[in-house]
């Protein structure tokens, strides 16, 4: 089997714009939550979220008239995508175009896009929607675009399984590179579900929090959405190396599982065999583990359970690994989050920082658990893994190690 590496990185979200932005953010605890800033807030109990500041990011060689022919989730991949191609160096046009892929997640696709097109049908009773309102709100239009622009030719698709999309993604490209049958991928996640309407539904489920996101923290009362995309440039080790690619990670190992009991509460049974299958696949030891980047929503069961999870097969915290949550900073990404929390594991491997959990005011009994806290810790970390854990009780784990 072909190893495989990420040789590029993009992500624009809360915390910054690229990825300099992103990982200065990160280290410094740095909290991205703020007052949304969209339409009939005022109806809405929670009105903070991981918003993208737009004004960031317009120049970034966009047409305008394309621009508004985008929903703003698919500009966000766009733009993370090229950003990771600039940092790969590599040329997708240079290659065989059929021998490279693309493969994204997302959760809710184009909601924004869906829910200001039912205002117009049912609120303002207009009998007409515009012409490009399918292509604009499908899951598949941030993948086709970046296909278009690239001239990539061979699997482009996009998953959809809620929260653990992007890592199901990262994860699919990776095991098609390790298997030989494609050179290259561009994978990653995008979400952008602030709108009233994906807000609302989220609501109704009174797991939301109207202050502040605290994982793993005694006094959490729930999760805070945020949007942006992260992209990753995964390359046959080979490959990279015949290029003179800067690698900033090698992929060791992936594994997916279902729960197959519940749609949306955690089975701690299911979090330890998902996390074991990765560790498995890597070939890493237990204890080899210096880092690991939780799913860890804020909420009052997910957090609960995975910690269970976590000390079940690692240890309990007096053991050498590190454990945060950074959707403290930056939201919760739904469909993208597993991708800017890989993004803080390379963190992890290439300047030795470990990402804090911020806002942790008091310690949960039932979390004792190596929590890196409100600070960063620089840590020499050489193996790592991160979390995703789905509503419909799908998982998936991605193991990192130092290259």
Same mark, same amino acid.
């Given at each position: 089997?072909?190893?495989?590496?990420?040789?590029?990185?993009?992500?624009?979200?809360?915390?910054?714009?690229?990825?300099?932005?992103?990982?200065?953010?990160?280290?410094?605890?740095?909290?991205?939550?703020?007052?949304?800033?969209?339409?009939?807030?005022?109806? /809405? /109990?929670?009105?903070?979220?991981?918003?993208?500041?737009?004004?960031?990011?317009?120049?970034?060689?966009?047409?305008?008239?394309?621009?508004?022919?985008?929903?703003?989730?698919?500009?966000?991949?766009?733009?993370?995508?090229?950003?990771?191609?600039?940092?790969?160096?590599?040329?997708?046009?240079?290659?065989?175009?059929?021998?490279?892929?693309?493969?994204?997640?997302?959760?809710?696709?184009?909601?924004?896009?869906?829910?200001?097109?039912?205002?117009?049908?049912?609120?303002?009773?207009?009998?007409? $929607?515009?012409?490009?309102?399918?292509?604009?709100?499908?899951?598949?239009?941030?993948?086709?675009?970046?296909?278009?622009?690239?001239?990539?030719?061979?699997?482009?698709?996009?998953?959809?399984?809620?929260?653990?999309?992007?890592?199901?993604?990262?994860?699919?490209?990776?095991?098609?590179?390790?298997?030989?049958?494609?050179?290259?991928?561009?994978?990653?996640?995008?979400?952008?579900?602030?709108?009233?309407?994906?807000?609302?539904?989220?609501?109704?489920?009174?797991?939301?929090?109207?202050?502040?996101?605290?994982?793993?923290?005694?006094?959490? =009362?729930?999760?805070?959405?945020?949007?942006?995309?992260?992209?990753?440039?995964?390359?046959?080790?080979?490959?990279?190396?015949?290029?003179?690619?800067?690698?900033?990670?090698?992929?060791?190992?992936?594994?997916?599982?279902?729960?197959?009991?519940?749609?949306?509460?955690?089975?701690?049974?299911?979090? $330890?065999?998902?996390?074991?299958?990765?560790?498995? =696949?890597?070939?890493?030891?237990?204890? =080899?583990?210096?880092?690991?980047?939780?799913?860890?929503?804020?909420?009052?069961?997910?957090?609960?359970?995975?910690?269970?999870?976590?000390?079940?097969?690692?240890?309990?915290?007096?053991?050498?690994?590190?454990?945060?949550?950074?959707?403290?900073?930056?939201?919760?990404?739904?469909?993208?989050?597993?991708?800017?929390?890989?993004?803080?594991?390379?963190?992890?491997?290439?300047?030795?920082?470990?990402?804090?959990?911020?806002?942790? $005011?008091?310690?949960?009994?039932?979390?004792?658990?190596?929590?890196?806290?409100?600070?960063?810790?620089?840590?020499?970390?050489?193996?790592?893994?991160?979390?995703?854990?789905?509503?419909?009780?799908?998982?998936?784990?991605?193991?990192?190690?130092?290259?």
């Amino acid at each position: 089997m072909r190893r495989v590496v990420i040789t590029g990185c993009g992500s624009i979200n809360a915390l910054g714009s690229n990825l300099e932005e992103t990982w200065e953010s990160l280290a410094e605890g740095k909290d991205g939550i703020r007052e949304l800033d969209i339409r009939d807030k005022e109806r /809405l /109990l929670s009105r903070i979220g991981g918003q993208v500041d737009l004004s960031k990011i317009k120049n970034n060689n966009l047409n305008p008239e394309n621009y508004s022919h985008l929903d703003k989730s698919t500009l966000f991949a766009i733009l993370a995508s090229r950003q990771a191609i600039q940092s790969s160096g590599i040329d997708f046009h240079k290659y065989e175009y059929a021998s490279s892929a693309i493969v994204l997640g997302t959760a809710g696709g184009g909601l924004i896009t869906q829910d200001e097109n039912f205002r117009k049908v049912y609120q303002e009773r207009k009998n007409r $929607v515009h012409p490009l309102t399918i292509p604009k709100l499908m899951h598949n239009a941030s993948a086709s675009h970046i296909s278009i622009e690239n001239n990539i030719s061979g699997p482009v698709f996009t998953i959809s399984t809620a929260c653990s999309s992007s890592s199901h993604a990262i994860g699919q490209a990776f095991s098609m590179i390790r298997s030989g049958q494609v050179l290259a991928a561009i994978s990653g996640g995008f979400e952008s579900m602030l709108c009233f309407g994906g807000l609302k539904a989220w609501e109704s489920l009174r797991i939301m929090s109207q202050e502040k996101c605290r994982p793993f923290c005694a006094t959490r =009362d729930g999760m805070i959405q945020g949007e942006g995309a992260t992209i990753f440039i995964l390359e046959d080790l080979q490959h990279a190396l015949r290029r003179g690619a800067k690698i900033y990670a090698e992929i060791a190992g992936f594994s997916m599982s279902s729960d197959a009991s519940d749609l949306m509460s955690p089975s701690f049974d299911g979090l $330890v065999r998902a996390m074991k299958l990765a560790m498995d =696949d890597a070939k890493f030891n237990l204890e =080899d583990i210096d880092y690991i980047n939780a799913h860890g929503t804020g909420t009052t069961l997910n957090d609960k359970t995975e910690s269970s999870a976590i000390k079940s097969l690692f240890g309990k915290k007096n053991s050498k690994y590190f454990v945060s949550s950074t959707k403290s900073m930056h939201g919760h990404l739904m469909g993208g989050s597993g991708a800017i929390e890989l993004l803080a594991c390379i963190l992890a491997l290439n300047k030795g920082i470990l990402a804090p959990t911020i806002n942790f $005011v008091k310690p949960d009994p039932f979390c004792d658990i190596n929590i890196v806290k409100n600070s960063a810790v620089e840590n020499n970390a050489e193996r790592v893994i991160s979390n995703s854990f789905a509503f419909g009780g799908l998982n998936a784990v991605i193991a990192l190690k130092r290259f």
